[in-house]
C-alpha cells in the first residue's frame, strides 16, 4: 500500500496558479495510472486529472486548458500545475494511487487504491 503526501495547496485570488504535488513512498511506476481528486463542502469527491505510465492524460470538462497533470517516475511524484484558478476550483484535492498491475485507469472513485489525506485549495473572487 502507498502512502500519498500532497503540498502545494493554499489561497490565492481568482486568475492566479498553483502548483501541487504528490509524493509517494513507493514506486509509482509500477501505477499504471495515477491522479488528482477534488471535493467541495457539500459535494461529491470529482476526478479532476489523471495520467497513465505512457503520459496519456485525461481532465474534467471543467478544467480542461486550465490545468495539467504530470508524473516524475524517477522521484515517485505527481503535480497538478492549476492556471486561471476560479473561486468554484475551491476544494480538498487529493492524489490517488490506481492498483499495481492495472492495466485501464478511470475516475470512478471505486477504481483507485490508495489516497493521500489531501491539500486545501481556497479561491476568492
Known amino acids: 500500500q502507498a502512502q500519498l503526501v500532497e503540498s502545494g495547496g493554499g489561497s490565492v485570488q481568482a486568475g492566479g496558479s498553483l502548483r501541487l504535488s504528490c509524493e509517494a513512498s513507493v514506486y509509482i511506476s509500477s501505477r499504471y495510472c495515477m491522479g488528482w481528486f477534488r471535493q467541495a463542502p457539500g459535494k461529491e469527491r470529482e476526478g479532476v486529472a489523471r495520467?497513465?505510465?505512457?503520459?496519456?492524460?485525461r481532465y474534467a470538462d471543467s478544467v480542461k486548458g486550465r490545468f495539467t497533470v504530470s508524473r516524475d517516475n524517477d522521484k515517485n511524484a505527481l503535480y497538478l500545475q492549476m492556471n486561471q484558478l476560479k473561486p468554484e476550483d475551491t476544494a480538498m484535492y487529493y492524489c490517488a494511487a490506481g492498483p499495481a498491475g492495472a492495466q485501464v485507469c478511470g475516475f470512478s472513485a471505486l477504481y483507485w487504491q490508495d489516497w493521500g489525506q489531501g491539500t486545501q485549495v481556497t479561491v476568492s473572487s
Open positions: 495520467i497513465t505510465t505512457q503520459g496519456t492524460t
